[in-house]
């Protein structure tokens, strides 16, 4: 399984890995394979891409191997006796009764009958001693893709665009990752990462991205929230500390996830103090049910003058951030930019026991209720 982003090359590792089992050491030695089946999602693009394309099987084959197309018949010819046979995701049927020892199924992710194409090639894997066969996609949630990845006969390796870089438009890269750098698809489509929604998480990355935006307006109320970690050292949970602002129009913005793992709690209050005079905040709003008044007076060793409000948990996890989550659903809560390790937990708790503690998470609930519910001082509008 290849994963990648968008223009990676996994088009030509397909052709690679191909070139690498049906050719021989001479152009008419005989490969590993002799029966190839390349399936796209169209014929056309199994054509297209895999074929006839700047990085397909008669692009990159040198000419004393380049194979012949066979159009009618929808297939590849080596010199050497080899064939590969052309084959859509859409016409499942069409693999029952042919053969093969090896396959290329690309954009696999995408396939409109994936699961019953994906069926139907297994049965036709019987030639050989070994039947080998490689998927290259960009990665989109799918069971079908899950389930493979899954298997314990699946080997993965993935690249990201930027790996890429030195064939593909300076323009296109710079537009692509100021666009989407970040963000849920920019993470899918161009870091090649398998992103998935939990079932029973209260955020989806949908949700999330929906509502992002690049930069936020002229804030009237800012705060540091902070979700100290009970116990210090470097296995211990991480401090959360988020940075959210009321905008002038009413919505709460997400500034920044300023979380740190493993650090000494005179690491995370200075870091606390710190991005409350960066974003020229109102005041840092703590938990402290694990530290009681230590947590305050942790903040006020680093500066005796920070505005400084505890707020004390009295119900479940789930039921707090159940609120928040209605607001991201009715538009009120927005990301200015992108905070992947804090939008990755958002999106994968359920609250279900042995999850760990969702510090981050944690920490943007208190910033967004603080803004949202809480009575706070009077308004001042500042500019980011």
Not at 132 to 152: F, G
Not at 233 to 259: K, M, N, Q, R, S
Not at 324 to 336: D, S
């Amino acid at each position: 399984m290849v994963l990648g982003g968008r223009g990676a090359g996994k088009t030509r590792a397909g052709t690679e890995w191909v070139r690498a089992r049906v050719e021989g050491g001479t152009p008419l030695g005989k490969g590993a394979c002799r029966r190839i089946a390349l399936v796209g999602e169209t014929i056309d693009q199994a054509r297209e891409v895999m074929v006839e394309g700047p990085s397909g099987l008669r692009a990159c084959s040198p000419p004393d191997r380049r194979p012949v197309y066979e159009v009618t018949r929808k297939r590849l010819v080596w010199e050497n006796g080899a064939e590969a046979r052309l084959f859509s995701a859409h016409d499942p049927e069409g693999l029952r009764g042919p053969q093969f020892d090896g396959a290329w199924s690309d954009e696999l992710a995408k396939w409109p009958k994936g699961r019953a194409a994906w069926d139907m090639l297994q049965f036709a894997l019987r030639l050989g001693d070994r039947p080998r066969q490689l998927v290259t996609t960009t990665p989109r949630r799918n069971p079908l893709l899950k389930e493979i990845l899954a298997a314990p006969d699946t080997v993965m390796t993935s690249a990201p665009t930027s790996a890429n870089a030195a064939n593909l438009a300076s323009e296109f890269l710079d537009a692509v990752n100021r666009r989407y750098a970040g963000s849920a698809l920019g993470r899918q489509e161009l870091e090649g990462e398998l992103l998935d929604d939990v079932e029973g998480a209260l955020w989806n990355r949908a949700l999330i991205d929906g509502g992002r935006v690049a930069v936020a307006p002229e804030m009237s109320r800012i705060v540091v929230a902070v979700d100290p970690p009970a116990t210090s050292g470097p296995d211990a949970d991480a401090c959360g500390i988020v940075v959210a602002g009321l905008g002038g129009d009413g919505v709460v913005y997400v500034l920044a996830d300023l979380t740190l793992q493993g650090a000494a709690p005179s690491a995370w209050a200075a870091r606390a103090v710190k991005a409350l005079e960066e974003f020229q905040a109102d005041r840092i709003v703590a938990e402290v049910n694990q530290g009681g008044e230590l947590v305050e007076t942790l903040i006020r060793q680093v500066d005796p003058r920070t505005p400084y409000k505890a707020v004390r948990a009295t119900r479940g996890k789930v039921t707090r951030a159940e609120p928040v989550a209605a607001l991201y659903e009715q538009g009120r809560v927005r990301h200015a930019g992108s905070f992947p390790l804090l939008e990755d937990q958002m999106c994968a708790w359920t609250g279900e026991t042995g999850q760990g503690s969702p510090d981050r998470m944690d920490a943007l609930v208190w910033a967004v209720t603080e803004l949202s519910l809480g009575a706070g001082s009077s308004p001042r509008v500042r500019r980011l």
